[in-house]
Nanobody, 124 residues
Framework: QVQVVESGGGLVQAGGSLRLSCAASGRTFGAAAMGWFRQAPGKEREFVAGIVWSDGSTYYADSVKGRLTVSRDNAKNTVYLQMSSLKPEDTAVYYC?????????????????WGLGTQVTVSS
């Protein structure tokens, strides 16, 4: 099985930066990609960013392009979400997940392993 643990959430002022980390353990060698999702209060969970494990290519939701960057550290089985120019609408619980079914997927159903989430709050 695969275990996923997010960290790095917290309270930040609008315009600030924050970096989230996601550590994966267990049988992760077959993972196609790792992704970040978020769920804001009263909203459905949405895809934020993903990174293909084999080549490090990235893909993003339109709403976060240019402000959020996903990267990886293969040796540590860790992915990061660097968040800059944060806005109050970025406030959400952020989830990391492992995709073993298809590259560049934005669908929750393709990510069978999930962390418990980390809260990001952006104040105005």
């Amino acid at each position: 099985q695969v275990q996923v643990v997010e960290s790095g959430g917290g309270l930040v002022q609008a315009g600030g930066s924050l970096r989230l980390s996601c550590a994966a353990s267990g049988r992760t060698f077959g993972a196609a990609a790792m992704g970040w999702f978020r769920q804001a209060p009263g909203k459905e969970r949405e895809f934020v960013a993903g990174i293909v494990w084999s080549d490090g290519s990235t893909y993003y939701a339109d709403s976060v392009k240019g402000r959020l960057t996903v990267s990886r550290d293969n040796a540590k089985n860790t992915v990061y979400l660097q968040m800059s120019s944060l806005k109050p609408e970025d406030t959400a619980v952020y989830y990391c997940a492992v995709n073993i079914r298809g590259w560049r997927s934005r669908l929750e159903s393709d990510y069978p392993y999930w962390g418990l989430g980390t809260q990001v709050t952006v104040s105005s």
